[in-house]
């Protein structure tokens, strides 16, 4: 490939961030559930796939270990995730930041520069209707492994909702 053509390619993929408070909980999983529907599908060549938090205090940390666990039970490989902050700058490369409560929502539409990126900052549960009116994902931080496996269900749901908006323009090549 010529450094032409990896332009091109980076130019045609479409660019999702998962960003929660930490980078340790949510964001993980809903970045890992949607890297393996993007690959079963085969569209993670049209898929660019990130997370990030609003705060910095685990920058560099592997994702909390009950994160992992739950991945795990559900057969998804979190382990290569390191925790970062999301940069505001990040909003001219992204065409999608989906934050996971109206915290981190507000966050996120704060450091926005343009409508345009404004308009960028979606919350997941918005994807699947049926939780839409639920607005927040918990965050299962102080909790227990159940709630980090009700959680990880709820981001299943609303991640596969929105591969599902997204793939039919992925199969066509359109951002």
């Not at 930490?22 to 085969?42: F, H, K, Q, T, Y």
């Amino acid at each position: 490939m010529t450094r032409a053509d990896a332009v091109v390619d980076s130019a045609q993929r479409f660019r999702v961030s998962f960003v929660c408070t930490g980078n340790i909980c949510r964001s993980p999983m809903a970045e890992a559930v949607l890297r393996s529907l993007a690959d079963r599908a085969g569209l993670a060549d049209r898929l660019e796939i990130e997370s990030a938090a609003t705060g910095d205090w685990h920058v560099g940390e592997q994702a909390d270990r009950r994160t992992l666990a739950a991945l795990e039970r559900a057969g998804y490989d979190g382990s290569r995730h390191r925790a970062r902050q999301f940069d505001p700058a990040d909003f001219v490369r992204l065409d999608l930041i989906v934050a996971f409560d109206r915290g981190q929502s507000r966050v996120l539409r704060n450091w926005a520069r343009t409508s345009v990126d404004e308009h960028k900052v979606r919350l997941l549960l918005e994807f699947d209707p049926e939780l839409a009116g639920v607005h927040d994902v918990p965050d299962p931080y102080y909790s227990d492994d159940a709630t980090f496996d009700r959680v990880l269900g709820m981001i299943e749901r609303s991640t596969s909702a929105l591969f599902r908006q997204l793939a039919p323009a992925l199969r066509q090549g359109i951002r």
